[in-house]
């Protein structure tokens, strides 16, 4: 951003919202709290929903992008639009000058992905998306410390979003449908954990995967599964569910020096985190697991130092303050970067290979074959299209 605001630790940034349904009221609240920004406008296709806002939050409603830009001319724009709107509102104020700060997912292909990159590349403006669980502490740490190697190289992760939506959930007419929501619990749901997944273990190269319907009222899947390898070496299985009563998000990575966990639902705190070193020799010793080898003297030989409580353990070491990963933990973030000239960590591009992966699991899923991440390019069916350009018919009959 070019603004002089920008870089100014004692200047306000003015901010906005398109899209004022209810998850905007996050980054409203998140915004408010910050205590750094000044929201200067709202802009929703029903205009009752933006003058909500305005009374709620403050801040003067706008017909449409064109005016909020040339009138209000704020910094920073939250697109909190249904996903299948994300590109096009996205693209018009990052060439009118703004940045902008994309809800999830950023959009439902990756041919609009890089649509909105090349209006990036054109404007003065950076796009960032809405990954909040990147942004809580319990991740930059376990990011800092899988990064560094103190915490083992990893081998394999379990990672699932099991989650539940009754039919009634799906009665407004956006969603349920391929140009709404633009695809389904991958998408819209799981996405955040994968989101996740892929921060803490790096760039993925190939996957397999399935997507069934099996209850509800949708276009696409209710559920998916996929089992993916990373560039690294490590292996892992991604289950995304919206059929599940007992809600449960989790992240679960095995490596050479223990097991790092995370399990909450929407949001976490550091005390949803864990981490459990490997046992020395005396241990499986005890459940009757073979220990590993002896040497001559009979004793057990273990390789691997051992790992106690205290100095040892890295992961109790690393604690700080406690920063749950809601949207305040992000947006709080971004605006102590922007205002303070720092790069903040997630930009549009930094999600690319989030939205590579949901793109291969409806390209596993409907071809029936495996995906390696360098084949979803321009010209693959799957680029342009989670459906592949699939009749409507044909995709049932691979689902059901």
């Not at 319990?138 to 394999?156: H, I, K, N």
């Not at 709080?332 to 720092?342: I, K, P, S």
């Not at 590579?356 to 991440?373: C, D, H, K, M, Q």
């Amino acid at each position: 951003m070019t603004n002089s605001r920008i870089g100014s630790r004692d200047s306000m940034l003015r901010v906005a919202i398109v899209g004022c349904g209810n998850i905007a009221h996050q980054h409203a609240r998140a915004y408010a709290g910050s205590g750094r920004t000044e929201l200067v406008g709202l802009v929703d296709i029903v205009p009752e929903r933006a003058e909500a806002y305005a009374d709620a939050y403050g801040g003067r409603t706008y017909p449409d992008v064109t005016s909020l830009m040339s009138e209000a001319r704020p910094d920073l724009v939250s697109v909190v639009t249904p996903p299948g709107a994300h590109a096009e509102v996205a693209t018009r104020l990052l060439r009118a000058g703004a940045s902008v700060l994309i809800e999830k997912p950023p959009c439902p292909t990756l041919a609009e992905f890089d649509i909105i990159a090349e209006a990036e590349q054109a404007g003065t403006g950076t796009a960032y998306v809405v990954f909040q669980h990147r942004h809580g502490s319990g991740a930059r740490r376990a990011a800092e410390l899988l990064g560094s190697g103190a915490l083992g190289r990893p081998q394999v992760a379990v990672c699932e979003t099991l989650w539940y939506r009754p039919d009634s959930y799906f009665d407004p007419t956006w969603r349920g449908t391929w140009s709404g929501e633009g695809g389904g619990p991958t998408l819209g749901h799981g996405i955040h954990q994968i989101d996740l997944l892929l921060h803490l273990l790096g760039p993925w190269h190939h996957l397999t995967a399935m997507a069934v319907r099996q209850a509800r009222p949708v276009e696409f899947e209710d559920a998916s599964l996929a089992v993916v390898g990373f560039e690294n070496g490590a292996v892992a299985s991604v289950v995304s569910s919206l059929l599940s009563p007992r809600e449960l998000s989790r992240i679960r990575i095995d490596t050479t020096a223990g097991t790092l966990e995370v399990n909450h639902v929407y949001g976490y705190s550091d005390a949803d985190w864990s981490f459990v070193p490997v046992p020395h020799a005396s241990a499986p010793a005890s459940l009757g697991m073979d220990p590993g080898t002896r040497d001559t003297t009979g004793a057990l030989r273990d390789s691997r130092p051992e790992v106690s409580d205290g100095a040892n353990d890295v992961w109790a070491a690393s604690a700080g303050i406690d920063i749950p990963s809601n949207h305040a933990a992000q947006i709080t973030r971004l605006v102590d970067d922007l205002l303070a000239g720092h790069t903040h960590q997630t930009t549009l591009a930094s999600t690319r290979r989030t939205v590579e992966f949901v793109s291969g699991v409806y390209a596993s899923a409907l071809l029936g074959t495996g995906i390696l991440r360098e084949d979803l390019v321009p010209g693959h069916p799957f680029y342009a299209d989670l459906t592949g350009g699939m009749a409507a018919d044909d995709i049932t009959a691979r689902m059901t």
